[in-house]
């Protein structure tokens, strides 16, 4: 065995790859597996403390379990399909620092948490050297072994398993209840049932209630929902083919019996043009040589059948220059958030290389003498140069042997770069490329540049101007606390950056990530209701209800069913069951007997081993059971005696509907109605709730000055919104009075505020009132950001509705108010559309010259000029939260103040504060560094040099191969827009072009990477720790092309330079058709409607996206439905299925997505497997679709209609910034709509051709629309289908 057993000391720390011993290798996985599934002894470390703990492998429910004096809940396991890696403590910087340790007993394992960019971290030390080197290598076998896919139904058979320990029954000790098989619905299939559907479910398997509920049970129940029969019965029964009239074109009768055998599989197969072996595939899937209906599903979503073949080795030819290579590369690598204020880690480096990034970038700053990696002029932490200097040693390679790039930030002085030279050199030793290759003149090839390290960073051999990062010099930041004139006794923490001339401030000090608000919002916090009894849902269970208001509620139901039955009724056994007033924790029967008078019985409630037990109190040896919803039942089924008559529970006394005396409740209102009252009342939170006759309930509000509604949901009694259960509607809306309801894109959290009462409506003109279009549930559409404007003068608003800000204050979603001439409306921050003097706004461009040096970026609130500004310093305060504080006053301006909770930092602050300058023109400021030749030598082929404003063939003809240009997002659209665009490929195809975000995506967002690539660049820098789609792209290009090894190779015809990346023609163009048939699995945190979207990504001829209807099941959605995209250049092209869930409030949750190259797509029935946003495979979760390909011939119609697609979606992006068309406007409709029709009736499949067209034109005026509507022919609207007409002028 090889440890490093050195002693620790405060010198650099050493990183070291430990190797096994030779008899633990030879060892097989099942004799590990004995040693490992035995409870073993071990430390764990949890900071600051150290437990003992006992660790095992549970290979039921493939897990690590570790227990250590309590109960096992969820968070004490790991499940190992997301292990990702195994450490030694010499293999990992955390454990190298604990002192008092045996380093070769020690062990970290990394392993992936849902939704999170950074891996999980568990650390411990077993309890000697061979049970550390048994549990390393056991868990590094099941890493490779997939265990957990060994065998198909496998990963269910786990996922069956785990529920125990999810539902926490084993620590219990007590047995599965119905209860818990709700929970485990809902809470780990995300699949909302209610009461009475599950027990419709577990009558037809027969379940008894009463009986605990077992692993085959739940097996049996998750298989009923799961499995849709529908699939077999559309495409594979031959009968019901016949039937039914199926599209024989897109079926394959492969079932006659309940059976399908070998010679049949083999056919199958065969159509498939599948290297999969027919009898293999019955023998692992099926048995007896015969697989089943359920079986043949099994294997049509399984990873076997998948719609492309993920690439596991290097398929390209890579022995040609590394500029004809797309790279996978990263932007501020170090970055686990935003770019203000986040984390950095050495963490994020392994991950972005173990993903297959091969450039990762190193800003270099001087501390205290040291050299560390951060973000300058940020808040962010930082990170030793030397500790990710050893963690790009031991994982540059390990994915693929191709060359990594380090592209360098250099702000080290000249001493400090030739340590910095030194510490490379030593570090990488002969990986580090120190001297140019025999390269003949052109950049290597990634073949020649094996296993080696390149500097990417400007050389500088002379005095040379080096700019700066911002156009001021920034003096200090941080987080501090500001208040001013206006806003009195408002301490709010905000991150604030001090240059020469200005103070920037945020709204607010964040501490969650920014790019989180990117994908999903939920309505659930600490504070959300979780009802799981099922009492709770019964109607015969009231709430809280004192017993006058029950007496009062059951003589009602008396009368009422005496009205409607007669006087004769009998009403023996109706009962209701309410907690009770007097004993806390025991209820209540109330029942009618045979003289329909109501009795009142108390149930008693006792603990039996920790657990509750319920019996009626009458009886001395009354039976007991476990819930009330068990007595109940029981006592449905058998007669309790009163007064030695047996009596049988029947009906159930419902509690009365005490909501509809609200004001905020309208009964039978329409959506319509609905709008027009709240359009009367322009402030965020203003609610009602209507009902439809269909009893179905919606809550509508206000929000950022739209409507927008929720469906609420009803179990039984309970209303549920997300995951949230109340014990009635009146409880709902006093619960979001207090909390929030609703989070926007923005973090704006929406509480209900004000109720709406029930108001005429016929005269109300809702565009008077509106400021921005309706959102509603079935249509939420993305708003186009409004123009920022910055304040000129301070201003106190007079009322709630009107802002108050200062000077300097940038003010978003800004738009002129038609009715109150004079003024605006507009958000500041948390306070949203409220109103504004016009007068005092000037527009403020992000992207001006003079503001994109704002260091906050698109997060900036206001800034304030320190022109003339008197600092004063304040020791002792009134105010006893901040007894520190700094007030500026500047010349005829209001005063501000920061406050701090340390003197010493307000001393600091008050320094920087009394040295600011006074402003002046702004220049390019900069300092004088000659860049020390140590370091400057290892500088080869990555040679950093500005960008021109222009790429001239001039400029192209005289850069060397060796030289690198490093732009922005922006600054590439305006080489791609200029006559000379094709330059930008010319300039790619002799050197590497680098593009990396602009400066004011703060949240760390990304910009979409398609440009770049189209045009050639190599090198476009992605912010990895954010999963959005520019990221699932990146994952899709690289992850799952040319063995994943981060190098794809361009297509010919660009290497050449013949490609033109703005053509609409080229010869290899492809018709999809691809039926969405189902799915499996696609569960999210709320709601049940999922559906799919496929969309092209490329080129800009190329983009088009069909969506399928929400299908109302996850578990196991039917679509059937068949979808249309035409691809032009499929050589560049992508395609993307992704899968959303619309929640309560109509809004789209992520559920995963696929993406890969177009080239990589196969035809027939195919498995669509589905990742998260970070590229991790989500188990299980999959579609079953239908693809075909159809080579498109040069005078096809489908192009012309590509052509007038590209047409309607310019024209599309014009309108949709209209608030009114004009005449030219509605010309130009008419045109297009004539010559799409005339397209039209060439193209064989009118149904897809259609879809592919429609307008948005939601920011038209009622007015405009209707203007629209009466000029343009009838056939526009009338001829798509209703889903998706061209003109959607009608709300849902």
């Known amino acids: ?109 990394k392993f992936k948490i849902p939704n999170a960019f950074l891996w999980g971290t568990f650390s411990f030390e077993a309890f000697d050297e061979e049970a550390a080197q048994r549990w390393v290598h056991t868990l590094r076998l099941l890493q490779r072994s997939n265990l957990h896919k060994r065998y198909p139904g496998r990963e269910k058979e786990i996922f069956i398993n785990r529920v125990p320990y999810f539902l926490q029954v084993a620590a219990d000790n007590r047995e599965m209840e119905v209860k818990d098989l709700k929970v485990f619905l809902c809470n780990m299939c995300n699949y909302n049932i209610d009461t009475v559907d599950l027990n419709d479910i577990m009558e037809e398997l027969n379940i008894d209630e009463s009986s605990p509920i077992s692993l085959d049970h739940l097996r049996s129940i998750y298989d009923k929902l799961a499995y849709n029969p529908k699939v077999v019965s559309e495409y594979f029964d031959s009968k019901s083919i016949e039937e039914n009239g199926s599209d024989k074109s897109r079926s394959f009768p492969l079932f006659s019996e309940d059976t399908v055998t070998s010679s049949e599989m083999a056919e199958f197969l065969e159509l498939h043009d599948s290297t999969l072996s027919p009898p293999n595939i019955i023998n692992k899937y099926g048995c007896n040589e015969e697989m089943t209906r359920e079986q043949f599903l099994e294997f049509l979503y399984s990873d076997e059948n998948s719609i492309f073949e993920r690439s596991t080795k290097v398929e390209d030819l890579m022995d040609s220059p590394m500029c004809h290579y797309w790279v996978a590369s990263s932007h501020n690598t170090f970055l686990t958030g935003n770019q203000l204020k986040s984390k950095s880690s050495v963490e994020a480096y392994v991950q972005a290389l173990l993903s297959g990034c091969k450039c990762i970038e190193l800003d270099l700053w001087e501390r205290q003498g040291t050299i560390m990696i951060l973000h300058g002029y940020t808040l962010t932490s930082m990170v030793e140069a030397d500790e990710v200097l050893a963690v790009i040693d031991m994982y540059a390679f390990r994915v693929s042997p191709y060359p990594v790039i380090l592209s360098v930030e250099n702000h080290l002085g000249n001493s400090m770069q030739e340590k910095f030279a030194k510490m490379l050199k030593e570090r990488f030793k002969d990986k580090l490329l120190t001297a140019p290759l025999n390269d003949g003149g052109v950049l290597p090839s990634p073949v020649m540049l094996m296993n080696k390290i390149i500097i990417k960073d400007k050389k500088r051999m002379k005095d040379e101007l080096e700019p700066s990062h911002y156009n001021q010099d920034i003096v200090k930041n941080g987080e501090i606390y500001f208040e001013t004139a206006l806003h009195a006794n408002d301490w709010t923490k905000r991150m604030v950056f001090m240059t020469t001339d200005f103070l920037y401030y945020s709204y607010f000090s964040q501490d969650a990530d920014d790019y989180r608000t990117l994908a999903n919002f939920s309505t659930e916090s600490e504070n959300t209701p979780r009802i799981t009894d099922l009492h709770h849902s019964e109607p015969w269970f009231w709430g809280t209800v004192d017993p006058q208001a029950a007496t009062h509620y059951v003589s009602e139901y008396i009368v009422n069913m005496k009205k409607q039955n007669g006087n004769d009724v009998k009403l023996t056994g109706d009962f209701a069951i309410r907690p009770s007033s007097q004993f806390p924790g025991e209820n209540v029967l109330i029942f009618l007997d045979c003289n329909n008078s109501p009795k009142k019985i108390k149930i008693k409630s006792r603990s039996e081993e920790g657990h509750p037990r319920y019996s009626i109190e009458e009886y001395v040896d009354a039976p007991t059971f476990d819930t009330l919803y068990a007595l109940v039942k029981h006592y449905q089924r058998i007669p309790f005696s009163v007064k030695g008559v047996p009596l049988i529970l029947r009906n159930s006394i419902e509690e009365p509907r005490n909501f509809e005396k609200e004001i905020w409740f309208h009964y039978n209102a329409s959506l319509e109605d609905s709008e027009k009252r709240l359009a009367c009342v322009k402030r965020d939170g203003a609610f009602l709730v209507r009902e439809q006759p269909d009893n179905n309930f919606r809550l509508v509000f206000r929000c950022s000055g739209a409507i927008k509604q929720c469906r609420l949901r009803q179990d039984g009694r309970l209303w549920i919104i997300g995951k949230s259960h109340f014990d009635g509607l009146t409880k709902l809306v006093e619960y979001y009075k207090k909390y929030p309801l609703y989070c926007t894109r923005n973090n704006q959290q929406i509480k209900l505020t004000e109720p709406v009462k029930k108001i005429p409506v016929d005269d109300v003109n809702i565009s008077t009132y509106l400021t921005t279009s309706y959102i509603t549930c079935e249509d939420i559409k993305s708003q186009k950001p409004q123009e920022a404007y910055i304040a000129t003068e301070d201003y106190k608003g007079k009322s709630d509705g009107e802002m108050t800000f200062l000077e300097g204050a940038i003010l978003k979603n800004v738009e002129r108010d038609h009715i109150h001439l004079g003024w605006c409306i507009g958000d500041y921050g948390p306070r949203k559309q409220r109103y504004i003097p016009y007068k005092l706004l000037q527009p403020y461009e992000w992207e001006d010259e003079e503001n994109k040096d704002n260091p906050l970026g698109n997060m900036c609130a206001g800034m304030i000029q320190l022109k003339n500004s008197i600092p004063r310093i304040h020791k002792v305060s009134d105010d006893p939260c901040k007894p520190h504080f700094i007030s500026i006053r500047c010349e005829g301006k209001e005063e501000y103040r920061l406050g701090f909770d340390h003197y010493e930092t307000m001393e600091a602050w008050f320094f920087a504060l009394s040295n600011a300058k006074k402003p002046k023109q702004r220049s390019l400021k900069g300092s004088k560094l000659k860049q020390n030749p140590v370091y400057a030598n290892l500088v080869i082929y990555a040679q950093s040099k500005p960008a021109p404003n222009e790429l001239t063939d001039d400029h192209i003809q005289h850069i060397s191969y060796k030289e690198m240009h490093s732009v922005d997002e922006n600054k590439l659209l305006t080489y791609t827009k200029k006559p000379t665009y094709l330059n930008v490929i010319k300039c790619t195809n002799k050197c590497m072009l680098r593009v990396y975000p602009k400066g004011t995506r703060t949240a760390s967002s990304n910009f979409d990477p398609l440009t770049s690539w189209n045009y050639g660049c190599q090198l476009v820098a992605l912010n990895y720790q954010t999963p959005d789609k520019p990221m699932q792209l990146n994952f899709g290009k690289f992850s799952l092309c040319n063995g994943g090894c981060g190098y794809v190779r361009k297509p010919e015809d660009m290497i050449s330079g013949q490609f033109d990346p703005s053509k609409d023609t080229f010869p290899n163009s492809i018709a999809l058709f691809i039926t969405v048939i189902s799915g499996r699995m696609l569960s999210s945190e709320e709601g049940n409607l999922p559906k799919v979207k496929i969309s092209l990504e490329g080129l800009d001829c190329d983009p088009g996206e069909e969506v399928t209807r929400p299908s109302k099941s996850s578990l196991a959605p039917f679509w059937n439905e068949k979808l249309g995209l035409l691809s032009l250049n499929p050589d560049m092209a992508m395609i993307r299925f992704e899968v959303t869930d619309s929640n309560d409030f109509g809004d789209d949750k992520f559920i995963g997505h696929c993406t890969f190259p177009v080239k990589m797509l196969k035809t027939g029935f195919r498995s669509v497997p589905l990742f998260d946003g970070y590229g991790d495979r989500i188990p299980m979760a999959s579609l079953l679709v239908y693809t075909e390909k159809e080579k498109l011939k040069p005078d096809d119609p489908e192009r012309e209609l590509h052509r007038i697609r590209r047409e309607i979606l310019q024209l599309n992006e014009y309108l949709s910034e209209l608030t009114a068309p004009t005449q030219y406007d509605i010309d130009r409709l008419s045109a297009i709509e004539n010559k799409y029709f005339t397209l039209k009736d060439k193209i064989k499949l009118d149904d897809i051709a259609n879809r592919f067209v429609f307008f948005n034109i939601s920011a038209f005026s009622p007015a405009s629309k209707q203007k629209l509507r009466q000029q343009l022919s009838l056939s526009l609207s009338l001829s798509l289908s209703p889903k998706l007409s061209l003109l959607n002028l009608n709300k849902t």
């Open 1 to 109: 065995m090889i440890f490093n057993k050195k002693k620790r000391s405060n010198t650099t720390t050493t990183l070291e790859v430990c190797e096994l011993d030779p008899d633990i290798c030879v060892l097989s996985l099942e004799e590990c597996l004995k040693f490992v599934t035995k409870a073993q002894n071990i430390i764990h470390f949890t900071s600051p403390h150290r437990k003992q703990k006992e660790l095992r492998l549970d290979l039921d429910s493939y897990q690590l379990i570790f227990k250590g004096g309590g109960s096992i809940s969820k968070q004490d396991v790991i499940q190992c399909e997301r292990i990702k890696e195994v450490r030694y403590a010499t293999e990992c910087f955390g454990l190298l620092k604990l002192e008092d340790v045996q380093l070769e007993l020690c062990i970290t394992i």
